[in-house]
T-cell receptor, first 113, second 114 residues
Framework: DAGVIQSPRHEVTEMGQEVTLRCKPISGHDYLFWYRQTMMRGLELLIYFNNNVPIDDSGMPEDRFSAKMPNASFSTLKIQPSEPRDSAVYFC???????????FGSGTRLTVV | EDQVTQSPEALRLQEGESSSLNCSYTVSGLRGLFWYRQDPGKGPEFLFTLYSAGEEKEKERLKATLTKKESFLHITAPKPEDSATYLCAVQVYAGGTSYGKLTFGQGTILTVHP
């Protein structure tokens, strides 16, 4: 099992540019979560999906953020336009109904300059 | 609003010096309390889930316990490789389904010196 795979590992972009983060959940998992981690706010849930359908997006900070899950094996988190305050580590996690452990990916460190 | 508070923020121990980390929570209906370990540059790694007051779970030098208001992560005779950030999180009942989000505490940074 390759675990949850995120790409890229690091992203540096200029303010105003579009950024797309990618996630491949563990095969067979039916829940997918996007979290953001900063020193000030810790780990915050942005959005989560169940069977590819968005369930709760109340943590998405602004309309500049959007997430999609076109199929069970792929999800994207897009920021357009990016701002310096979006700099953080973005984690994707997945889990299987009936199993309580959430498996996290290694994260994408985003720096907006 | 669900709240999770961890203490201390940072803890320095000598190798072999046992101690405990605390996670206190205020939630509207606990379904599970989770402990994770996070190493620098990596994602959180699952350790334990506790479901009801009085429950305990162990893994190597770690033991997690749960009461109605808090959880403790006891570290017995720690080694330098136990150095990491330890995160706790709660999952609450969410309407018709309990498979909701995890709400995390800020974490405790543990450093174990040889």
């Amino acid at each position: 099992d390759a675990g949850v795979i995120q790409s890229p590992r690091h992203e540096v972009t200029e303010m105003g540019q579009e950024v797309t983060l990618r996630c491949k959940p563990i095969s067979g998992h039916d829940y997918l979560f996007w979290y953001r981690q900063t020193m000030m706010r810790g780990l915050e849930l942005l959005i989560y999906f169940n069977n590819n359908v968005p369930i709760d997006d109340s943590g998405m900070p602004e309309d500049r953020f959007s997430a999609k899950m076109p199929n069970a094996s792929f999800s994207t988190l897009k920021i357009q336009p990016s701002e310096p305050r979006d700099s953080a580590v973005y984690f994707c996690a997945s889990r299987l109904t009936g199993r309580y452990g959430y498996t996290f990916g290694s994260g994408t460190r985003l720096t907006v300059v | 609003e669900d709240q999770v508070t961890q203490s201390p923020e940072a803890l320095r121990l000598q190798e072999g010096e046992s101690s405990s980390l605390n996670c206190s929570y205020t939630v509207s209906g606990l379904r599970g309390l989770f402990w994770y370990r996070q190493d620098p540059g990596k994602g959180p790694e699952f350790l334990f889930t506790l479901y009801s007051a009085g429950e305990e779970k162990e893994k190597e030098r770690l033991k997690a316990t749960l009461t109605k208001k808090e959880s403790f992560l006891h570290i017995t005779a720690p080694k330098p490789e136990d150095s990491a950030t330890y995160l706790c999180a709660v999952q609450v009942y969410a309407g018709g389904t309990s498979y909701g989000k995890l709400t995390f505490g800020q974490g405790t940074i543990l450093t174990v010196h040889p």
